[in-house]
């Protein structure tokens, strides 16, 4: 039933059960990924909101534009890799040996470590080379914006050692296919959001 | 592989039973719990800042009398009490207190549907309620910048606690958004996935509606909070500019330049505003079942009150600058702003004709719980009317800044949500604890909170009218105001004194019930919604015994015609309705008649 | 049944209570009359409401309570009721949103004709710059604010050099002019607000906001801040003086052009010294004051202040009634003859040695400190120094008794009352932050630890 159909329902007209012998869920699919869909639309508004910050602050007279460093590029493919690696995971999960699929997904965590590794090293450079956080708007809003990047995906990182370590403690990979599949659709929504965020900073 | 739902799934959802006094009661998983926890917690800081807002009084109403506080301690009092009435109190108190216990019982779940979850939630709470009560034992004591916390003053030396007392606020505020974001997810979570069998959206009682529309607010609104919190702790401890313009301080010219303070008021006004209706929305929903019960009839209008509902919601998200009309900001957003801000008075106004027509031709019980609900009705339509007042941009121009904004915003988020919060206490104070509280006393209590706070707030109007700026800790001399303005000052102060203490008649109440109260039965109002048809009473853990509850009707099925009582639960069969001999109801422990 | 009762007496009361009431807008002295309307037909369409809605409700209570066999009416909803009730209450949104835009519309467009003035705010004091011949203010800027160019005005700007600078917390205005304010911030936002005015709007560190009005009644209004600025926030007062045209024009006159302020003289001290000679003999050849004659130690005082105290005397703001020490300063300031003898003197006397005091008062050092941190500090800054940015003179090392004498004074009402004392009413209010004597002496024996 569409939503808006549903909304217009008369409930004192009918009694009885509607939608047959089955219990109400809105969504057919598991309450762990409809809490992960809405806390992936909390994340957004953060991070639109930063954005929109971003591009009200860059109006103002004093802004003077960061050359982002070409090493993002580097650390844009990583986590691309991890990306490539999680779907791949979740892909083989039912299919695929234990093996493959521990591979794929200890692939995925390594290239994600990576990539903070990676945007560390850039924040290393780019104070060496003078642009602190101080200095401009800009650059304030590179560390900010790639930082509370990197916190969320310290955040997936946490629930990726726990399906780690239960994988290693020798959980079949089909039990973790929840815990694959989340993790995969976190890790997509998060390359989504950085390719923006670069894109933003890139261009102004 | 589609998923199986609770209710056909063999095993049915893990319940994590207590194993020691420690698991059952400290870090309990169970949602009822978690509710009172929450709900305690909440109480307990209220009174903090009831107690900070009587200082305040005390120095208004008799400057020259009292000697409690100096200026800087007058602002502190300001700030934390706003602050903490607000966020602390009543948004923990109404979706971590009500929502926790009221979701799932009213869903028909067993639980919410992460339980260790919610428990991290009132754990991570209760640390931001330390953090933000450390405050008041660092140096410099907590901030004194108001509730809205405004750049550059909150940083600048000249406002008190500009240096610790800031930080462990903006601290406190995201280890709170992280505790609400924890509890939000697992409240819509539940409704959307775990409503029982035949309990469709439209089948809900309206306490759910309010605490999910609510909930979806909360969780996009924060994020501007916690966003403006972590970009203003940059500021004011790594040096950024974001909201920081070149500014002197004490003589001394500060190292920011070209922030921007407007961009901060947006961000912190984009929470601000959907807050409002975080907070009234489960107080309509909650005052809505409360009313309908005690009224046996339906609420009037069902659909009306979920549209109206969601239009409310989504329109708190468009209106927000409506706080800002003075603010320096393009003076071209007042015409946007107040045209939407005076539209979503329609559906705010469309909730308060069915209230009053849900009790038309109705079956009042005038018991402690309607008292309140009804009392609700006129503070709300008395505080909703001044906001078309201040909404309306140029009448915001004289009255902004002055005590009309004041008394209107504690008329409609101080005294209705409060007036809600003890109408829904006493009402589900027999299902939370089996026994009735003493209606007498109940009542008494109505009497004084509800004459007390009117005679707080309508004189305040008036101060407003004259001109009386907010936030001042003495008038002093002003050439346009009479000198009969500090007598209404003293006689607003005398009424919030007698209002604070007299809040005592309901700890007694609710304590000396727990262990006198009569036994109150599993449904002493005859109430057709499903919390009320737990096998035990009060709900144990799991709510429902050995099968999980089925729902044939909506919640709502007071007064039926041609049914022999007034009210059908919604878990009876829809040709089962119980005939005068088998009633679900037990007239001996009908309380809703009794004490009238 | 009772409670239908109470909500029927406070329909009357809300009723009786406002139309009894004293307690309304004060006289409006702009022509923003159009406000007064909008708000009026607010008034007149919430209170119909009002009235009705809570009537009505009554009316349910009292009717509908439970009886014996009576039973409530099954009514779902009632879909025609609910749409003429929602077109109602539409329409009278729209009566009341209407005129509001239409009048929000006149608000945001400036008339042509009107002149502009600047309000500068800062903690916790207003000053006012008015474009001179030339009809327009020189550029200024926060990052250029000294204290010899308070307002931050470019020096190579040339529009800027025959602007009017006005220090005093008293502005005037022409009557029946309309005027556009500029509202410029140096540190935090503030509020210019005149409740006759009806118009406000906040200033903001890092840009100009405005407003604009006409001037319709003559006289002396307060102006008020209505944003939350520190602690200072209920103090920062000012004034506006509507007066006719030929009035403000030798008022504007009187005041000093920018050029002016930047090209002035330096002071002449060795003049100051010769006139010492007069003062040496209570305060001391050195200005290190001396207890037994009640002269307190004046060395080491910033001259910005020293110049102002001196004027207070010679112009009877200080020394009045119940002030009998004070009473001898007013005769000795007048042998200074004109404002230049009172600079002279002023800057002599900061040239002097500053040796702190040797202190006489003692008291709970932990008290006053927690007292000054919270209250005087932001004004007097941590060290006690002082400071010409809010006007608060240097109080460490300073005389210990004489700042107990002077904050007994400011609590008493015998010094900081008068019209002409610019700063000295805030002290009044501050003083109140010590509860007495003992309070005013725990702070000084905290001054005293900070020297």
């Known amino acids: 039933m569409s939503l808006f159909k549903e909304l217009t329902v008369k409930p004192w007209e009918r009694k009885g059960i509607i ?7 809105t969504f057919d699919t598991s309450p762990e990924k409809v809490a992960l869909v809405f806390f992936v639309v909390v994340a957004s508004v953060i991070f639109s909101l930063f954005a929109v910050s971003y591009l009200i602050r860059m109006e103002l007279p004093d802004w003077a534009p960061l050359t982002e460093p070409t090493q993002l590029w580097f650390n844009t493919v990583l986590l691309v890799l991890s990306s490539v690696f999680f779907q791949w995971a979740r892909n083989i999960t039912k299919t695929d040996s234990n093996k493959n699929v521990m591979t794929a997904f200890v692939g995925a965590g390594l290239f994600a470590i990576m990539f903070i590794a990676g945007q560390y090293l850039t924040w290393e450079n780019l104070q060496a080379e003078g642009f602190y956080m101080t200095s401009n708007p800009a650059n304030a809003f590179y560390y900010l914006l790639t930082g509370v990047h990197a916190v969320h995906l310290l955040g997936g990182l946490w629930v990726w050692s726990i399906g780690l370590i239960r994988m290693i403690s020798g959980t079949e990979a089909k039990e973790l296919k929840l815990s694959i599949e989340l993790c995969a659709f976190y890790w997509h929504f998060l390359l989504i959001i950085w390719l923006i965020m670069f894109a933003l900073m890139a261009n102004t | 592989m589609a998923y199986v739902p609770l209710a056909d799934q063999d095993s049915e ?57 100096d200026p800087s301690q007058y602002y502190q009092s300001v700030t934390m009490h706003g602050m903490i009435m607000v966020v602390y109190m009543l948004t923990a108190l109404l979706l971590g207190g009500f929502g926790n216990y009221m979701i799932p019982l009213m869903v028909g779940a067993r639980d919410m549907v992460f339980p260790f979850l919610n428990m991290l939630s009132v754990w991570t709470y209760f640390l931001s309620v330390l953090i933000l009560l450390a405050s008041f034992f660092v140096t410099g004591g907590p901030t004194g910048a108001g509730w809205t916390i405004y750049p550059p003053q909150a940083t600048m030396a000249g406002t008190p606690g500009h240096d610790m007392g800031i930080v462990l606020m903006l601290a406190s505020l995201a280890v709170f958004i992280v505790a609400f974001t924890m509890g939000g997810l697992n409240y819509v979570t539940t409704i959307l996935q775990y409503r029982c069998r035949g309990l469709t959206m439209m089948r809900l009682p309206l306490t759910v509606w309010g605490l999910f529309i609510a909930t979806i607010l909360g969780l996009f609104a924060f994020p501007a909070l916690l966003v403006s919190a972590v970009m203003m702790l940059f500021d004011t401890l790594a040096g950024t500019s974001f909201f920081m313009p070149a500014v002197i301080e004490a003589g001394t010219p500060l190292d920011y330049n070209g922030g921007s303070p407007i961009l901060f008021q947006h961000l912190f006004w984009f929470f601000g505003h959907p807050e409002v209706y975080i907070v009234a929305l489960p107080a309509f929903g909650l005052v809505s079942d409360v009313l309908s019960t005690h009224a046996r009839k339906n609420i009037f209008g069902y659909r009306m009150m979920v549209w109206a509902l969601i239009a409310i919601g989504g329109l708190s998200f468009i209106v927000w600058a409506h706080h800002m009309y003075v603010s320096g900001m393009h003076p071209y957003f007042g015409f946007f702003f107040a045209t939407t801000t005076l539209i979503i008075a329609v559906p705010t106004a469309l909730k308060v004709y069915n209230w009053v027509l849900t009790l038309w031709e109705g079956d009042i019980r005038l018991n402690a719980p309607m008292y309140f609900a009804i009392g609700f009705i006129f503070t709300f339509i008395h505080g909703g009317l001044t906001g078309l007042f201040l909404g309306n941009v140029v009448i915001d121009l004289p009255l902004s800044d002055t005590y009309f904004v004041v008394a209107h915003f504690h008329m409609v988020m101080g005294v209705s949500p409060v007036l809600v919060l003890f109408a829904a206490l006493y009402h589900w104070y027999p299902k939370v604890t089996g026994r009735m509280f003493n209606e007498p006393m109940a009542k008494a209590h109505f009497w004084i909170t509800f004459l007390g706070t009117y005679a707080i707030y309508l004189p305040m109007h008036y101060l407003g009218f004259l001109g009386v700026p907010r936030r001042y800790y003495a008038l002093g001399e002003t050439d346009f105001i009479p000198e ?52 035990d009473t009060p709900p144990v853990h799991g709510n429902w015994g050995a099968e999980l509850p089925t729902v044939y009707r909506w919640a709502y099925d007071y007064s039926v015609p041609g049914a022999h009582q007034d009210f059908i639960p919604q878990n009876v069969p829809e040709n089962e309705e119980p005939t005068a001999d088998e009633q679900h109801f037990d007239p001996d422990h009908d309380q809703s008649k009794a004490n009238l | 049944m009772a409670l239908a009762v109470v909500i029927l007496l406070l329909v009357i009361g809300s009723v009786v209570f406002h139309f009894a009431s004293p307690w309304w807008f004060t006289d409006i002295a702009s022509d923003w009359g159009s406000i007064d309307f909008t708000i009026n037909v607010t008034f007149w369409i919430t209170g119909i409401v009002f009235v009705i809605l809570n009537l009505f409700l009554a009316y349910c209570v009292y009717k509908f309570r439970q009886k014996d066999g009576h039973k409530a009416v099954y009514e779902p909803e009632n879909h025609k009721l609910e749409t003429s009730l929602s077109v109602v209450t539409t329409i009278g949104v729209v009566a009341m949103l209407a005129p509001g835009l239409f009048v929000w519309a006149s608000f945001v467009t400036v008339p042509e004709t009107a002149t502009e003035y600047e309000v500068m705010g800062q903690q916790w004091q207003w000053a006012f710059r008015y474009p001179g011949a030339d009809g327009q203010l020189g550029f200024a800027e926060t990052a250029l604010v000294t204290e010899s160019n308070p307002f931050g005005v470019n020096l190579e700007d040339p529009r800027g050099q025959d602007d009017i600078i006005v220090t005093q917390p008293e502005m005037h205005l022409p009557v029946g002019k309309p005027v556009k304010a500029l509202l410029r911030s140096n540190d935090t936002l503030h509020n210019y607000t005149v409740p006759q005015f009806r118009v406000k709007m906040d200033l903001v560190p890092g840009l100009v906001s405005y407003l604009w009005f006409d001037p319709q009644k003559e006289g002396r209004y307060d102006i008020m801040c209505q944003e939350l600025c520190g602690i200072g926030h ?74 102002r105290q001196l004027n207070y005397f010679k112009n009877g703001v200080r020394g009045g009634p119940g002030d009998t020490n004070g009473a001898m300063m007013v005769g000795m300031a007048n042998t200074l003859v004109d404002d230049a003898a009172v600079r002279n003197m002023s800057a002599y006397i900061a040239t002097l040695q500053d040796t702190p005091s040797t202190p006489t008062i003692t008291g709970d050092v932990a008290n006053g400190a927690n007292i000054y941190d919270s209250n005087c500090a932001a004004c007097h800054l941590d060290s006690g120094d002082g400071t010409w940015y809010t006007d608060a003179p240097k109080l460490a090392g300073m005389s210990d008794w004489y700042f107990v004498t002077q904050i007994s004074n400011f609590r008493a009402g015998i010094r900081g009352l008068h019209r002409e004392d610019d700063y000295g009413e805030q002290m009044v209010s501050m003083a109140t932050a010590m509860s007495g004597l003992e309070e005013i002496e725990d702070v000084a024996a905290y001054i005293n630890t900070l020297q």
């Not at chain 2, 203490?501 to 039965?521: C, D, E, M, T």
């Not at chain 3, 010294?273 to 307190?296: D, R, T």
């Open chain 1, 19 to 25: 939608g047959g012998l089955k219990a109400e869920g």
């Open chain 2, 13 to 69: 959802q893990e319940l994590h039973h207590p194993k020691s006094w420690v698991t059952e009661w400290v870090f309990s998983q169970d949602h009822k719990v978690i509710a009172i926890q929450y709900g305690g917690i909440a109480i307990a800081v209220g009174i903090v800042a009831l107690v900070l807002s009587l200082l305040m009084r005390m120095q208004l109403g008799f400057p020259d009398t009292f000697d409690l506080i």
């Open chain 2, 484 to 535: 009969s303005a500090q007598d209404l000052n003293a006689a607003i102060t005398i009424a919030a004194l007698i209002v604070g203490v007299a809040q005592i008649l309901f700890f007694i109440n609710i304590f000396w019930s727990l262990r006198y109260g009569k036994k109150a039965g599993p449904n002493p109002w005859g109430s057709a919604s499903l919390e009320w048809q737990t096998p």
């Open chain 3, 234 to 307: 209920f103090i920062m007062r000012g004034a506006v003086v509507i007066e006719p045209q030929e009035d403000y024009d030798i008022w504007l006159a009187a005041q000093p052009t920018f050029a002016e302020t930047q090209s002035m003289a330096p002071a002449n001290i060795a003049a100051g010294q010769a006139a010492y000679a007069i003062c040496a003999s209570c305060h001391g050849a050195e200005g290190e004051g001396n207890i037994a004659l009640n002269s307190p130690k004046i060395a080491g005082q910033q001259a910005w202040y020293l110049e």
